[in-house]
């Protein structure tokens, strides 16, 4: 029983040095790759001003604790300056960690999962180049059946399609705007509604739902709510925060705002368009 327990809640990870594809990226690519992520947000260290010091530490609120994002930098010790590329794809497309272990879909593998192995080594290279920052943030605070990572093998069961992000599911993968919204962006991480388990309720998927983090409400990004917005409208909001009623974008928004507004202006075309074409859902009552 405990082998064939052991045999189930095994993690999975499904690349290593010989896969061929994750050969050296290239790092230019890899900012645009970073800056559609929006790894900064969570990865950043709190109470200083550089977006690129990415040792982690933000507490992030759930109904299952306090998660907190690890150092990202490239420091060889503290963060991920010893990991291989084949670590980084493991632990964006399979949601496996160099240990062998499941990680919490608080860290948005389930959308990243979509991702290409040629944004991930280009990611990779990109992620070399930023000033390493030594120190481990404290571990996460969860309660105590959810620290046995193991039982993630079970929620992974049930919620994730490795390599099927919602671009390749529900649109066309091949589209730019697909997958800057679906997998880069993972936008339906912050603007959907949860169940109980913390996975993406299908039929609120766009339409809204109550902050990650218990703060607030995220709106409804769908035609049902902004569907009189044009898509220059979007594309503009996307670099300036400004929104058609003459407001501007808030809370966790405005971070990332910080980084679409590097795109470059196609890139946000793709995402006003595929945004203009999501279907339309009523907003979940908080």
Request: proline share 10%.
């Amino acid at each position: 029983m405990v082998f064939l327990f052991r045999y189930i809640t095994d993690a999975d990870p499904h690349f290593d040095s010989k896969t061929a594809a994750l050969t050296a990226g290239d790092a230019t690519k890899g900012k645009l790759v970073f800056l559609a992520a929006d790894c900064t947000s969570c990865h950043a260290t709190p109470g200083q001003p550089d977006r690129l010091k990415l040792g982690g530490g933000l507490a992030l609120a759930s109904p299952f604790g306090i998660f907190r994002p690890p150092n990202i930098s490239p420091d060889p010790t503290d963060g991920i300056g010893a990991w291989s590329v084949a670590d980084l794809a493991n632990a964006l497309i399979a949601g496996v960690s160099p240990r062998g272990e499941h990680y919490y879909p608080a860290f948005p593998y389930p959308s990243y999962t979509g991702m290409s192995l040629d944004d991930v080594r280009d990611l990779y290279a990109y992620l070399q180049t930023l000033p390493p920052v030594a120190g481990r943030p404290p571990p996460h605070d969860l309660a105590l059946p959810l620290k046995f990572r193991r039982l993630l093998a079970f929620w992974k069961l049930l919620f994730f399609r490795e390599g099927k992000s919602g671009a390749t599911v529900g649109g066309n993968a091949a589209d730019r705007g697909a997958y800057l919204v679906e997998t880069l962006g993972h936008c339906a991480d912050c603007h959907s509604t949860r169940n109980v388990l913390g996975a993406i309720k299908p039929s609120t998927r766009f339409a809204g739902g109550s902050d990650p983090e218990g703060t607030g409400f995220v709106p409804n990004i769908t035609p049902r709510r902004i569907g009189h917005w044009s898509e220059a409208q979007i594309a503009l909001m996307l670099s300036t925060g400004e929104t058609p009623d003459h407001g501007r974008v808030g809370s966790s928004m405005a971070d990332v705002v910080i980084n679409t507004a590097q795109l470059p202006q196609g890139d946000r075309d793709a995402i006003a368009r595929y945004v203009k074409s999501l279907p339309p859902r009523p907003t979940p009552r908080p």
